[in-house]
């Protein structure tokens, strides 16, 4: 079936979001797509979080989204397989507790 990606992969994947944080930003273009990163109220714009992304693996924000994000922890995303990170993060029953995709309001606020 695979092999898990494991724990240093794993690390590996969080430490993208010092580069993410780096990108923070408090107001954006009216309606324009925004992924809020962590549980402190964060959020990047779509574009920055793409081109943060590029560079990686597909899979890498997949895994980031599903890591210690309210249903798994990072150490159970670690014992999973590339394949096993797309079906959770594609499942319905994902649901994202601190960090999900979502657009600023009319006035660019979050």
Known sequence: MGNAIGS?????????TDELRACVRDTFTPCEGIYRINDFGEYVSEEDWLNV?????AWWPHAWMLADNGQFTADQ?????????EVLFNSAAFEP???????????GMV
Request: glycine share 2%; with cysteine; aromatic share 12%.
């Open 77 to 85: 995303v670690s014992c999973l397989t590339v394949k096993e990170i």
């Open 97 to 107: 507790e601190f960090a999900y995709y979502t657009e600023a309001d009319g006035d």
């Open 53 to 57: 992304w590029a560079d990686h693996p």
């Open 8 to 16: 240093e992969a794993m690390s590996r994947i969080l430490d993208v």
